[in-house]
């Protein structure tokens, strides 16, 4: 049944019934049902008001991270174009066995 037994509710209800009266018992049940259903209700819409506030905030960081991302590709960088010279010298170096760099940096100086 829970934390309270049988046995513990009885004595619970026997002191109550004690201190408070036949006449004044069922009106204290009737507050206590009214306050506990306000508490339940209470609670329920701050909970509801939570989840709209985390629902809000996640669409508002998503529409950023949207934001900042490009729609569009950024333009892809090109490597440096070789002039004519370099790449005719890089070509006769690996017809010939030579390593490209050494041939390029030759024909320049």
């Known amino acids: 049944m829970g934390p309270l037994g049988v046995w513990e509710l009885?004595?619970?209800f026997v002191v109550a019934l004690i201190v408070f009266g036949p006449?004044?018992?069922p009106e204290?049940?009737?507050s206590?049902?009214?306050s506990l259903s306000e508490f339940k209700r209470?609670?329920?819409e701050l909970r509801?008001?939570?989840d709209d506030e985390i629902r809000m905030e996640e669409?508002?960081?998503a529409t950023a991270r949207a934001a900042s991302t490009p729609a569009t590709p950024p333009p892809a960088t090109e490597?440096?174009?070789t002039s004519a010279p370099d790449a005719e010298a890089a070509f006769d170096a690996a017809e010939s066995g030579a390593e490209p760099e050494t041939v390029a940096r030759e024909s320049r100086a």
């Open 28 to 30: 204290l049940g009737r």
């Open 48 to 50: 509801s008001t939570l």
């Open 32 to 34: 206590l049902g009214k």
């Open 42 to 44: 209470a609670s329920n």
């Open 23 to 25: 006449r004044k018992l």
């Open 10 to 12: 009885v004595v619970i």
């Open 79 to 81: 490597p440096a174009a």
């Open 59 to 61: 669409r508002r960081q």
